[in-house]
């Protein structure tokens, strides 16, 4: 089975700060996303990557920034929280090696900023 | 621009009944359609991988139908249990895209 691990289940954080959160897969996919869900605003994207050192701006980027040094670590980083940014966020992963597979998600890390 | 929705928001039934949750879309040209499981405060689950060339998928009480020409998908759910309370989020990728275009989520609640 397929395992994403994303490293803190609950975060509390303060405005201003820089917030790393991590995301990690054990079965070699090429693709990982970040997503925030928000309550009557569903799922959104916040950026993929295609593969190693690769990243693409999702549809709201603003704010955050990745990494993606290693194929299996995909990280987040609020540069410097605000308050908005209190989410919860989603961490997926699939296999880029075909059309119709699907993605796998961790099981959140729900972010407060204070 | 793809539009995912979903209706009802949320649904409540008696243990036991089946029932039939909705996704529908505007634009028709999709890769493949996907069902998902939400628990509370958790991650998604990957329930049903539809592609764009099938017309349904199952696994044990679930079938999920695709209708490109009418922009729809549903999950049927058999038998209900009140495990199965949850939320089920549909998504769609369209062609040469990475993305998924995802629904709001219909909330089940199965009564024992």
């Known amino acids: 089975d397929v395992k994403v691990t994303q490293s803190s289940r609950y975060l509390v954080k303060r405005t201003g700060e820089k917030v790393f959160l991590e995301c990690v897969q054990d079965?070699?996919?090429?693709?990982m996303f970040w997503y925030r869900q928000d309550p009557g605003l569903g799922l959104r994207l916040i950026y993929f990557?295609?593969?190693?050192?690769m990243k693409e701006k999702g549809d709201i980027p603003e704010g955050y920034s990745v990494s993606r040094e290693k194929k299996e670590r995909f990280s987040l980083i609020l540069e410097s929280a605000s308050t908005n940014q209190t989410s919860m966020y989603l961490c997926?992963?699939?296999w880029g090696g075909g059309t119709y597979q699907p993605q796998h998600f961790g099981d959140g890390t729900r972010l407060s900023i204070l | 621009k793809q539009e995912v929705t979903q209706i009802p928001a949320a649904l409540s039934v008696p243990e036991g009944e089946n029932l039939v949750l909705n996704c529908s879309f505007t634009d028709s040209a999709i890769y493949n359609l996907q069902w998902f499981r939400q628990d509370p405060g958790k991650g998604l689950t990957s329930l049903l991988l539809i592609q764009s060339s099938q017309r349904e998928q199952t696994s044990g009480r679930l079938n999920a139908s695709l209708d490109k020409s009418s922009g729809r998908s549903t999950l049927y759910i058999a038998a209900s249990q009140p495990g199965d309370s949850a939320t089920y989020l549909c998504a769609v990728r369209m062609d040469s895209n990475y993305q998924l275009i995802w629904g709001a989520g219909t909330k089940l609640i199965i009564k024992p």
């Open positions: 997926a992963s699939r």
């Open positions: 079965m070699d996919h090429e693709n």
């Open positions: 990557s295609y593969d190693v050192k």
